[in-house]
């Protein structure tokens, strides 16, 4: 293909320039027949898939990527789905192993992807990405992807761990993304962001006739590709690039200074983690603490409640890098997404399931307050709703610092549903602090599934989100008690401004967020944020309350403000 613009849907940020490296799906035709043989090949080769997506998603989870580890770990499960793996026995009793593994995934693919719910269609290419990987490993192996220099990677569509297995391929430099099909919404589109990698997708079948190895300029930020460009288009790829680059760079180099706004207020810059990984990468972001360790993704596969030496093992080397700092550590919150094995089917999540079974609590406290002697601790609660739920959890801590012999620390309470932020003033007046968990608030107001990708800039600004947040606000600042927001939305710079101003002190995020928002709190006048939150509680939609968010970075450096509103939760 000669000099072309191919148009599509941006779906991550950025600009890069690279050689085209074409992906071509393998056909499905390979050799072997249909029988016994083919079908426990096929059901191998999807329990292979699924141990090298969870050792995957443990890589991710080291490197501080905990949600994006969540996409791999849930679509390693999807691989053990009986319907699915029914359908592929069925098939590959009449068709070779790896046409059952495709055609069934396909199948499934093309159900998921005519629902109209948005986000479940867009798990489609996770399954299809299942089956290209389970019927890959059936085929002969293929020497690895090369190119000299950066690459573009030109495919039909992708799934999540193959984006997250290109970003670390050792013969290829990748620098970005080109899909045929795709959708900005899909798991692969959220990896890219996370992975900082540009992508572009729907740029449609014209795609894939690419010369493999010719230039591309992708423009991630507009969803453009240019094939074989002019010399002024490769230009400006290259110098938006090196800015690009620049720009990273200046952000970290703020780590050392204060998050403070224009106006000197400060706000605490606090790191979400669930790993000892996840806590040096924060703290080598620049975060003073831990403002959220979740405890339970240590205990996902667990077969029974952990007792408290497991906690205390699991515990100890995630709390070593805080000495003498802050670390919230958060008890466990089973439930939903979040059930191991052993309690499969219960209808209850959070501190609810875990005060159905006090001793398993009290065990986790005493472990908690154990392994937390040499760390500024804080406990916090899961998915609370009621003050009688703090009163019987700060019963059983007292007793577990009477047993441990240490004092009794601070104890919070996350507000996650709307029925806690209406209760928010009951629950200040028995807390010591509140955390505004926005993953799930988003997700309980507006009626979303669990399952739906992350908190995305435009469901967390939608004032009814933002209403709840105002009455945690209101309510902690009448009683006099911190408010942190430990939801992914903490790492979104519009939103965490709007937080601030609505009276949010403690903003904890992934670690990959830290530098971004540690700029906008600086370039923030609190004063403004103030006024400006306040008039977004009666704006008619996410798109008018975001449209007063940009205004109020707008004294931000231009460059910064530029990046700033255009990396994390650009799905609409
Ligand atoms: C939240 O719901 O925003 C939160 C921080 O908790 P989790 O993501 O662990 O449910
Ligand atoms: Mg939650």
Redesign the pocket.
Known sequence: MSAAELRGIPAAGGVAVGRAVVLFEPEAEAGGAGGERARADALAALDAVAAELDERADALRREGLAAEAEILAANALMASDPVLREEVAALALDVPAAIALRRAADRHAALLAALPDPLLAARAADVSELGRRAARRLAEPTPPLQADGPAIVVARDLGPAEVAELRDARALHVRGLALASGSATSHAAIMARSLGLPMAVGLGDGLLAVEDRGTLVLDGDRGRLYVEPDEATEAWGRSTMAWEEDLRRTLAAGRSLPAVTRDGEAVALLC?AGTAAEVKAGLAAGAEGVG?L?TELAFLEANAWPGEEEHVQALAPVLEPLRGRLATVRTL?FGAD?TPPFLEGTPTRGISLLLEHPDALAAQLRAILRAGQAVRLRVLL?LVESREQLREVRALLHDAAAAVGVAVPPLGA?I?TPLAAARARELAAEADFLS??????VQYTLGLDREAPL?TVRTAADPAVLRHVASAGVAAAAVGVALEV???AAGIPPLAALFVGLGVGELSTAPARLDEIRAAVRGLSAAQARSAARAALDDPDAAAVLARAEVLLSELGDEIREAVGRRGGVVA
């Open positions: 979400n959220l979740r919150d979040k899961p996350m996650e505004i968990g926005t993953n799930d608030l908190a430990c939801g992914e």
